[in-house]
């Protein structure tokens, strides 16, 4: 059904300009409001909007133009930004739906869109019951995906550089990470050194991973230091702290002939290095020829060979469970469920681990397919896929269309309070209360 959709953020990239001309070709018209000169340089034209104002004033911004176009969807990219909150309040209290983008639960072939949220917003359901009646064989095979880190690492300078120009022109945009392209040049040079430097450095230690120590090592792959899913969805306030929980648990309770392997995120490589925290935990803490921290590993090799990975809500723990590989999550995770996971503490994981119930994760695989799971990617077309974006657009349309129909069968069950009040109070709220110390 044709409505008036409007595209806030997206990912870094043309991604969203080439989703409108998929959306328009349906019949949709799409507006798009841009909130930096990044958003802009990929995305303007006709039926696009500048917002210059103060993120105080956002949501009354906001409210007026979903009231003056009659807007009837939402779609954004990362649903903890500071922008997109208070966009999702502002459409729930309209009764407008709002799809999120992510990247994919299932990688690489896939993105994520769901209705509300993602992650720990998810409505994913998180018991094995709700999965019993779904079908285990194996669902069709996506289109392959060809490998788009150069394309995403191109997009995201051209982004940060054009945000930096036209500062000016949005003098009160607030980014989720600090907005300075020179700083983003200097991370994605250090990045490509350390890359080599560490392939260097690391050579052999795979080769013994998967020979001398296979079934011998738990694997703990670390997440990007200003991941939302750390801040606002795990157990700790950071990827230090959590490795200082993980030594500290392995030293006391692991087995004396196992390793920890902790792996470096490939995307975080220019930003951050633990090298200096990890020595100084496994000194103090008498293990330190036992620790081994790594980088730029073939990640499904060390899943294949790992004894158990331990993680906090990454969704390497999909591909973990997937290699039969027990797992221990330290946060909210969509897949952290009796059968899937381990389910008691730490100190417990590190002597005792689960199989991992292969018919469960295949019929649990099979519905983030069938509901949430899109084949494609952001960065660069899929082969393949005739649509615009370069995804399949069929299975977003038919995922919206469903959301949709959901919602409108339980509108008439949900008591029913003036729209005009509740957003009155909610704004007011916004603009007394909100300070930038909030913005994450």
Known sequence: MASNTLLLQGPVGPFFKRLAMDLEESGHTVFKINLNAGDRFFFNGENSVDY?????????????FLE?????????????????????????????????FEEGYLRPHYITLEKDGVNGRSSIPRSPEAYKNIQEEALRQPASVPYSFAHAGWYAAVYFFMGWLGQSHFPHYIHHRPFKWYNEAVVWIRAAFRKYYYRFCERGVQQQLTTHYS????????????????????SVPSAAAFIRRVI????????????????????????????????????????????????????????????????????VGLSSILHGTPVKTSGHAIYNMAGLTFQG???????TQE??????????????????????????????????????????????????????????????????VLLDAYINSVQDGIKHSDVA
């Open 355 to 420: 199989k991992v119930d292969r018919k469960l994760f295949q019929r649990f695989r099979n519905h983030l397919i069938e509901k949430n799971q899109i084949n494609g990617n952001f960065y660069r077309k899929t082969p393949g896929l005739k649509s615009h974006s370069g995804i399949d657009y069929q299975h977003l349309l038919d995922l919206t269309q469903a959301s949709e129909k959901a919602s409108h069968s339980t509108a008439a069950d949900v008591p029913v309070v003036p729209p005009h």
């Open 215 to 234: 079934k011998r090592f738990f694997l703990v792959p670390l997440q990007v230091h200003n991941d939302a899913q750390i801040k606002i969805w795990s």
């Open 52 to 64: 210059t104002g103060t993120i105080e004033h956002w949501p009354e911004f906001l409210k007026q």
């Open 68 to 100: 003056d176009f009659k807007i009837t969807a939402i779609y954004l990219f990362g649903d903890e930004r500071s922008y997109h909150r208070r966009s999702y309040e502002v459409a729930r209290l309209l009764s407008i739906n709002v799809f999120v």
């Open 345 to 351: 503490n730490m100190k417990e994981f590190w002597k």
């Open 248 to 315: 500290s648990s392995f030293a006391k309770h692991a087995p004396t002939d196992t390793l920890l392997v902790i792996k470096h995120h490939p995307l975080d490589r220019g930003y951050s290095d633990y090298t200096r925290i990890i020595n100084k935990l496994a000194d103090r803490y008498g293990c330190k020829a036992r620790v081994v921290y790594v980088h730029d590993m073939h990640l499904p090799t060390l899943l294949n060979h790992a004894k158990g990975t331990v993680l906090l809500n990454s969704t």
